[in-house]
């Protein structure tokens, strides 16, 4: 069964920066794209950023220039660095693979941009 469990999230102030970490299992990680999601209360889950197996990434406009996403293979692993943070950045944080039918959504990890 594919599963991802995403780390890092937690409260930081309007400026500062938070990693995220998320951990694949049950796929061949390598070949497929990975992406960040994000859900704030009240909003639907909306896309954040991709990265292809060849390492090709893609952000959304209201992120660019402060997230960067980033991939391991040999460690199943997938990042996102956040720096600049605001408050709308505020929501819950998923990781999955867009393009696997057996992709299941995790539990998100929280990332609180509050003074």
């Known amino acids: 069964q594919v599963q991802f469990v995403e780390s890092g999230g937690g409260l930081v102030q309007p400026g500062g920066s938070l990693s995220l970490s998320c951990a694949a299992s049950?796929?061949?990680?390598?070949?497929?794209?990975m992406g960040w999601y994000r859900q704030a209360p009240g909003n639907q889950r909306e896309f954040v950023a991709s990265i292809t197996s060849g390492g090709r990434t893609n952000y959304a406009e209201s992120v660019k220039g402060r997230f960067t996403i980033s991939r391991d293979n040999a460690k199943n692993m997938v990042y996102l660095q956040m720096n600049s943070l605001k408050s709308e950045d505020t929501a819950v944080y998923y990781c999955?693979?867009?393009?696997?039918?057996?992709?299941?959504w995790g539990q998100g990890t929280q990332v609180t941009v509050s003074s």
């Open positions: 999955n693979a867009p393009l696997l039918k057996a992709s299941t």
């Open positions: 049950g796929m061949i990680f390598r070949i497929y794209t």
